[in-house]
């Protein structure tokens, strides 16, 4: 069809001579037999029909052919060119090549089979269907490493608890799912996996097989993996736990200093792993018993507990890492910790642990972590912080090394408390003690320090019966008073008697003032009748004059010794004092001792001697020249 008008306008133009010419291009495009038409702009353009022959001859040069032969068993059937195809039983089939058609096809599928090659996919989803599907899937399963892998071997060692009957509803109980995935993890160690965001409900407790041998034979052990999966409990239940089991009387690992016999259960874990969990409504989310070298508990999250989230016991190694315990509930005692150790507590490392103990009253409830066992060679830092708790660390038992440096504790009662333990030593240092009522609250802690790093806010710092001086107050600026030369130890802190604290070659323990030197039994032959404190509570000399602190009645004429418990420190300068000494007389001395390695003297007018020196860890006052001496009184300070 020829173009009416062809006035070879510009696209676009409005020429109802062009609008009539472009009807007449559509119209010969559609409908038009021939293969081609020339629009207005004299171009060559294809028809719909010269399309459809282009795209037919494609598909025969390519030996496409749109209808099928269909194989019936039992029946003669004739090919006649190589690109004719073969149904048979829901797959597609074509002739070997090389061949020479035509090809007759006898009926017989054993022997015509030979003949013929599977072009279809129906083959091979049957195998991916079948079990040894996984293992013909080949690829580079990581972005590390050059090596194709099967699919099969990538999973060999992961179970899904979805292949057991687990429904992971939230309503559904799942444990007796969870206990088949885990009774199928191979001897030599496996995992386990949880749905992504799943919810599992769990009745009752899922008691953590043992997958490598007591003798410590390295392994994967049993990995469970929560990808995020909420896991609810019966309100009562330990969810998971491991180390029931009869007792073992081989030595772990070979090492000959591992306990033996009665002290541990069989089922001991190596490279076993609880990871990515959250955990609500239970008794307690993880009681792990021997979880020892490469075990870790990474990553969960656990609240409306009536236990604790974590109960350990002898648990070796444990790595903790990331985890947060919100019981929220008030019916928490003050000794119920969120995190338990029990047992012998060695060398387990903690990092980004978090416990609150804010319960629905937000009031305080609980303790962070507790210690009842022995405790060796800790560090609690790195990111560790407990809030709203009556004890943010709890120890019950002996500390042999524990270092509690960079934590954070919050609105606790008792920041770091001890009741019954003895501390071998412990250092605290680089912590924040934010509005906690007391910082520490600690008895018989012998060696450590509490260091200059500490920021104490106002909460008290109580050290109890058997701390010595060797555990030291805080780097927070002792306050001045008036006389410069004299410090007292601040206001709010609490050292009671029978604790000494040293620091900057002083010695403290009152919180009042300078109450704590106190003076001890003399030799008998000095006549000391016993120890009288210095009851010295002012802040400076001029205040409460003389008071005695050691009454003496005795008819030995010429020397009198008096033993202090002032710590001879090996730094000290000198020792200051007032002495008010009567005897025939009344002489008042003051002065000041330079030290001299371990002896400093003062020598008085008409030969009356005052001599310091150095009586093991203390400081001893020597008399001499005064007669019979009735009273001393005074006051002395280690500069």
Known sequence: MTNTYNTLNPLGSTSPKDLFDNASNFDEAMNSLSPSFYDRFSKRRETWAGMEKMV??????????????????????????????????????KVKQPASFPVNLTGTWATDQLLLVDVGDASLRALLLSPAGASNVFGQLSALGTVAQSIQDYMRNKIFIGQFGAVCDGVTNDAPAIRLALDAIPADGGAISFPDWGTCKVIGTIFIPQRIPVSGVAGQGVQLIGNNCTIIGDGTSTIFESGTGTKSTVALGGASNWPLGD????????????????????????????????CSVERCYATDFTDHMLWTNRSFYLSQTDLTGRPFRNDRTDLTPIFRHDGFNNT????????????????????????????????????????????????????YSLDINGVYFEVCDAAIRSIGANIEHMSVDNCRFNACSTNVNVDNWTNGSFGPGNDTQAGLVVFGNGCTHDV??????????????????????VVPAGCQVHRNDMIYNNAVGFDAVLFRDAPASSGNTGVVPMS?????????????????????????????????????????FDLGITHSQLDVISGRLSCNNTIMRYDSVAGKTVTAVQNGDFLRFILTGFGTISLVTGRVRIV
């Open 536 to 576: 010295y509570t002012g802040d400076c000399f001029d205040v409460g004059g003389m008071v005695p602190f050691c009454a003496l009645n005795t008819s030995v004429p010429g020397q009198l010794i008096v033993d202090t418990l002032i710590y001879w420190h090996p730094s000290m300068s000198a020792v200051e």
């Open 56 to 93: 037919s001859d494609f598909l025969e040069s390519m030996g496409f052919e749109a209808t099928h032969l269909v194989y019936v068993d039992g029946v003669p059937l004739q090919v006649d060119r190589p690109t004719q195809l073969i149904d048979r039983a829901g797959s597609v089939y």
């Open 263 to 294: 002290e541990l259960p069989t089922t001991i874990h190596y490279n076993s792993r609880i990871e990515g969990f959250n955990f609500k409504t239970c008794g307690t989310a993880m009681k792990l018993k021997n979880w020892i070298q490469g």
């Open 472 to 493: 030291y107050y805080p780097s927070q600026q002792l306050t001045s008073v008036t006389h410069t030369a004299w410090k007292r130890v601040p206001d709010g802190w």
């Open 348 to 399: 387990m490392s903690f990092t980004g642990v978090h416990g609150s103990g804010i319960g629905p009253d937000t009031f305080t409830h609980g303790t962070g972590i507790g210690f009842d066992g022995g405790v060796e060679g800790l560090v609690l830092g790195n990111g560790l912080s407990f809030e709203a708790c009556k004890n943010g660390i709890l120890l019950e038992s002996i500390v």
